[in-house]
């Protein structure tokens, strides 16, 4: 979250610190690899309808995302980022199949943040209630387990069917008490 005064109100403020196309691949030989290995979308739609992201035949993550010659914020407060019509194709092998990509694939990254990491690190700008939603629910999203069958060991079947959410990883990872206990008992001074 930002500070109140360093909040992305306006589409020059939103591409100062998010990108959503090719790097310079001459100027930026580091950060180029890194959008090209951890940040572009796909294959999916045409050119791989089996992606795990189809969904009825289309993309759920709506890739590939329309060509924009500048940045807008439309009403619903989803930033349409930058996405130039540049003629620049990098062949990309993600999934064990190659294809061309154009900034129509690129997932929206901080560049400084993907220079530093060399990973992926999805950034948005949150100009809504809506946005705000989608950022945090996968903060608060739990692993995807369930017991389908009946154990006979009471202690595997606790482990399978524990569910550690977001806020409580963190009061673990950093020693923070879970919870209390008071005991009842008042240890009373006896005198003779």
């Known amino acids: 979250m930002l500070d109140k005064n360093s909040r ?42 089996t992606a795990v992201c189809m969904k009825d035949g289309v993309c759920s993550k709506r890739y590939p995302k329309p060509f924009q010659p500048v940045t807008t914020i439309p009403e619903d407060g989803y930033p349409l980022y930058m996405r130039p019509d540049d003629g620049r194709l990098y062949t990309v092998k993600s999934q064990n199949k190659p294809f061309d990509a154009a900034n129509q694939w690129i997932i929206p990254y901080n560049p400084f943040l993907s220079s530093k990491f060399n990973c992926h690190i999805n950034v948005e700008s949150v100009a809504s209630f809506n946005t705000l939603k989608y950022c945090f629910k996968y903060v608060h999203k739990g ?34 008490e879970t919870h209390e206990q008071h005991l009842s008992v008042v240890r009373l001074q006896v005198c003779f």
């Open 8 to 49: 992305l109100r306006t589409p020059s403020d939103t591409d100062s610190c998010i990108s959503a196309q090719w790097p310079n691949c001459e100027k930026h030989p580091a950060l180029f690899d890194t959008i090209k290995t951890c940040m572009v979308h796909g294959p999916c739609g045409n050119i791989n309808p």
């Open 143 to 176: 692993p995807d387990r369930a017991t389908i069958h009946c154990e006979l060991d009471k202690i595997k079947t606790y482990i399978d069917g524990h569910y550690i959410s977001a806020p409580e990883a963190i009061s673990r990872l950093f020693h923070f």
